[in-house]
């Protein structure tokens, strides 16, 4: 979006039915999600419109030339540090956030 103005919804559907690692619909992690599209779809995502959601794991139907979005990389940021995030997105733009809730209390 900060390259082209033009803000793309990507497919959640993508991830839940191809990266084996994140579980379908029950989490995961952002690292094997970017991992897998970046080793196994060339860096390459779905849109929402040409791989809509269905809220359950399907079979993997990734489409190279419906590619919208790419990714060549990421980086992490140290847990629980605001300072290291600013660092971050100053340097390399927008985040991705997650929150663990699996243990509660």
Known sequence: AIGT???LSLSEQNLVDCVDTCE???GGLMD???DYVIEKQ????NTEASYWYIGFDET???DKYEKAGSISGYYNVA??????????V???GPAAV???ASAVG
Request: net charge negative; aromatic share 12%.
């Open 5 to 7: 103005g033009t803000l």
């Open 60 to 62: 993997c139907m990734f």
């Open 90 to 92: 100053e340097q390399y």
């Open 79 to 88: 847990a629980s540090s605001e300072d290291d995030l600013a660092a971050k």
């Open 98 to 100: 997650a929150i663990d």
């Open 24 to 26: 379908g619909c029950n």
């Open 42 to 45: 060339n860096g390459q995502f």
């Open 32 to 34: 094997a999600a970017y």
